[in-house]
Nanobody
Framework: QVQLVESGGGLVQAGDSLRLSCAASGRTFLFYKMGWFRQAPGKEREFVAAIRWNSGITYYADSVKGRFTISRDNAKKTVYLQMNSLKPEDTAVYYC?????????????????WGRGTQVTVSS
């Protein structure tokens, strides 16, 4: 059984930074990918960023490219999302998710396990 626990959300002003963490437990994650998704009120869940555990290859949505950075600490089984230059439109609940490395990083249905989410609110 895989468990994912997000932390680090909060209320910040536009232009500020936050770092989200996702602590994973339950098994070896070497052949899996970890993703961050977000969901704003009234909107569908959308892809933000992903990383493959073994290679460290990263992927980003165009809307966050250059502002957000995903990284991992294999020893701690933790994935991070460093968010800089935050904008009000980044306001959402952020979820981390885990799935097989061989499948798409972009689609939410290609991830098998999800955390409960952490709220990020960016005021203007």
């Amino acid at each position: 059984q895989v468990q994912l626990v997000e932390s680090g959300g909060g209320l910040v002003q536009a232009g500020d930074s936050l770092r989200l963490s996702c602590a994973a437990s339950g098994r070896t994650f070497l052949f899996y990918k970890m993703g961050w998704f977000r969901q704003a009120p009234g909107k569908e869940r959308e892809f933000v960023a992903a990383i493959r555990w073994n290679s460290g290859i990263t992927y980003y949505a165009d809307s966050v490219k250059g502002r957000f950075t995903i990284s991992r600490d294999n020893a701690k089984k933790t994935v991070y999302l460093q968010m800089n230059s935050l904008k009000p439109e980044d306001t959402a609940v952020y979820y981390c998710a885990e799935g097989p490395s061989s499948t798409s990083y972009l689609r939410a249905d290609e991830y098998d396990y999800w955390g409960r989410g952490t709220q990020v609110t960016v005021s203007s």
